[in-house]
């Protein structure tokens, strides 16, 4: 048995919760290498980056939040957590910086607004991902963001489910269009419609065994299941289960819900579910997905007469407690008080009034949060890389904006491209699915060690998603501007992607 299945075994993780009290007032030396550990399960990292300072990861379902859960969030990172904050590739918002002593405090503000960091490590269902354009867009089929509201509530806080194998990532998206990655989850809800009778109902396919990290991408398969919305929660929780049952356990790296459908196959995990659910399931519905990745940057009327949504690239996902609160501010006087996160560390403000648009576009932040930046700045993500990662083996977010920035700076800024970096083989920065995706690394440059990257080129999402392929190995980030310079220069992703699909047999190697 592995460390944390033995730490799982002697206590759950959801119980440490209680506890906090009492380990302020032990402090911080007192805490044992399993309180570190359980305190995951509560959203509380402590980081080997910020010596004696925590990370608070706070889950958002969907990535909305309202202006009071702004202003909240806004107000701890100014007061507690140095002003700095970043938006993450699940929706989240993840504070620094935070001491021990101020952390009760500090929940128990989240709590007050209805915010909580609960279940976001270690090995949990983490925070429900979903198109943030939901109810707005008539790119969707309908409104999923229910169904994720259910899921989530039924789970957090719930001990039946937070002793799971492995994390466990869920998207649900009722949308056409592809903004979340759905095929690199666990477990995904795909828009679908079912004939019956010569009448169509809306609801889901299920996709299961999507993953990502060190030991590669494998893309979601479709488990032929039809789930009508109202039951969609239930199915997935039911999924959650099995996997917690079953899932192999004995190796980390081998414990993902892909690895239990490799070992017993599609049709022992269909059987299973429905032994759980104690009903069969429908077979799969006609697909609905469509061929079209979006990114949500820009301004967009909304299926509401006279309502429009504006999509801000926040360069990296970082913002301050400053901008968080007068983002909160934006959104009361201009929308709803409404702001919604999305996969690629971007922004969401809807409900704006075509009248008041103009006046919008004139606010201070819409100049450093931009709907309309460079087309090589809409899309780029990164990880949190070395300033604050341990594992990293390169620094990501100043390096990916500065890059980004110098290349703006020559290519035409209608070309659009999504960059993801990688600060380690772990992949938290999602670059397999990339248009050009970049994974730190180390190589010699005249003698010396120096940082460098892989490039991956052409990830895709969708029916048809596919891991990006690795063009270049370890080029050092130094040569990097001119390196991307003339790949993005002569780059028409599309052909790219289809030449080297084409190639792969001939030994072009796949993500790892
Ligand atoms: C060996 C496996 C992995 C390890 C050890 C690992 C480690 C970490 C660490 C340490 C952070 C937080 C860094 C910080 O900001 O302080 C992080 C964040 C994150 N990781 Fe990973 N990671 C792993 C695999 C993955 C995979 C496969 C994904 C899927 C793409 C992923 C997605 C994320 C995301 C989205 C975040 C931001 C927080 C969130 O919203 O959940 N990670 N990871
Ligand atoms: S990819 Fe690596 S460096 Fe980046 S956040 Fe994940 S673990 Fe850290």
Redesign the pocket.
Known sequence: MNRIEQLKTERDGLSIGPDLSGMVVAGLSALTEDDIDRLKWWGI?L?K?TPGHF?L?VRIPRGVVNAAQLRALGEISQRYGRNLA?L?????L?L?WIRLQDIPGILERLRAVGLVTLQ??MDNV??IIGCPAFGLTSGELFDASGVAQAFNDLLVGNAEFSNLPR?F?VAISGCREHCTHAE?QDVALVPALRYVDGWALQGFNLLVGG????GGYRVATPLDVFVPPGEAARLCAAIALVFRDYGPREAR?KARLSFLLEAEGEAWLRAAVEERLGYGLARAGVDQRSGKTTDHVGIFRQRQPGLNYLGLAVPVGRISGEELTALAALASDYGSGEVRFTTDQNLLLPNVPDTRLDALLKEPLLKVFRYDPPGILRGLVS??GIE????AVIETKTRALQIAQQLAATVPASKQLRMHWSGC??????HTVADIGLLGTKTRLKGKVVDAVDIFVGGASGPAAAPGIRLLERVPCSELPQVLQGLVGHMDVNKLRRQLRALQGDGVSEAD
């Not at 993953?211 to 060190?214: A, E, R």
């Not at 083989?425 to 999602?430: D, E, M, Q, R």
Request: aromatic fraction near 6%.
């Open positions: 990292f980081r980056q990370m990861r970043d993450t590739t699940r929706q989240q993840q620094r976001t490590g983490r925070n994390k990532n690199t993953k990502l990290g060190s790296n990880c949190t604050f990662c341990n594992l083989p772990a992949s938290c920065g999602n």
